[in-house]
């Protein structure tokens, strides 16, 4: 089944989380600039807010408020953001260009990306507990989920560390997995769930849609290992053939090409499977699941 999302669908949708960005992060004037300006450098530097678009598309599945969601996929991007910006250190991937120019720590130096990657981490916490609604309850439960799942147990750091040892020490199918799942997977998967619970959706509610972020947040760390493959630094505005040279360990290095795009198609299936309950109401859940396995950047 191909799903295909309408032309300017998502440059609408990534122009109104910008919009909110823009909102919340501290101007460039604002003292210190320096810190600042590398925040604002790395956050607008483009991106698909692929995370934030799908909070707010899971959101209003259950009738969220398009304000408070909005400041949830703010604090979201913030959170993807400070994650690139250390990705690219030279202690973890030694990367010099990100969304096609040069990465912070290039750009402001090393010590300057590091507190820039922690002060967006900060922000967006702050951001999520500023007064308003929703309720404090719902609030709390958010702050805590996003923190587990982007921490050291079965979330995004703890990814990140078996991502760097299994490069000096191999990996089998179930770690490959692991390290798929946590380091990219466990933010899509947040950002979906957190959409769903900040709507209040009802329990089982949650329940589906978190199955349907754990697959595609899978699906696409199986499509950027494929791209580092197959893409091209122009297209994909960073460094490609890296995964090979680091030695790390990907699901095509284990599986090879063809099996590890059947594997991201199946999950995309699966995915979408999980959302049937809702008809044509998660129509653009369903376009997003497909089109994050149609990129090619």
């Not at 590091?114 to 900060?122: E, N, P, R, V």
């Not at 921490?151 to 990814?159: S, V």
């Not at 000096?168 to 798929?180: C, P, Q, R, T, W």
């Not at 460094?239 to 095509?252: E, F, L, N, R």
Request: proline content about 4%; some cysteine; overall charge negative.
């Amino acid at each position: 089944m191909t799903v295909t999302l309408e032309a300017n669908y998502l440059d609408i949708q990534r122009s109104l989380v910008d919009q909110a960005l823009d909102r919340f992060l501290p101007t460039t004037d604002a003292y210190p600039p320096s810190i600042h300006q590398a925040m604002r450098y790395s956050v607008t530097a483009g991106g698909k807010r692929l995370r934030g678009i799908l909070c707010l598309e899971t959101g209003r599945l259950f009738s969220g408020d398009e304000e408070c969601l909005l400041r949830l996929a703010s604090a979201l991007e913030m959170i993807h953001t400070y994650s690139l910006i250390h990705d690219d250190l030279p202690a973890l991937d030694n990367d010099d260009l990100r969304r096609g120019r040069p990465t912070c720590h290039r750009t402001f130096g090393e010590a300057t990306a590091i507190l820039a990657g922690d002060a967006l981490l900060t922000l967006a916490f702050e951001t999520l507990a500023a007064p308003g609604p929703p309720g404090d309850d719902l609030k709390l439960r958010v702050v805590r989920e996003l923190a587990r799942d982007i921490g050291t147990r079965h979330g995004m750091i703890a990814g990140q560390v078996v991502d760097l040892e299994a490069a000096k020490h191999g990996a089998d199918a179930a770690l490959v997995e692991f390290i798929d799942s946590a380091k990219t997977g466990a933010l899509i998967r947040a950002s979906v769930r957190s959409g769903a619970v900040y709507a209040g959706a009802p329990e089982d509610d949650i329940t589906r849609v978190t199955a349907y972020g754990g697959k595609i947040g899978l699906a696409f760390q199986i499509v950027d290992d494929l791209l580092d493959v197959l893409g091209s630094r122009e297209k994909m505005g960073k460094s490609v053939h890296k995964d090979g040279q680091q030695h790390k360990a990907t699901y095509p290095g284990l599986h090879g090409i063809e099996k590890s795009r059947a594997a991201a198609a199946r999950l995309v299936e699966e995915a979408c499977e999980a959302l049937a309950p809702y008809g044509s109401r998660a129509e653009r859940l369903r376009e997003m699941a497909h089109y994050l396995i149609a990129r090619n950047t």
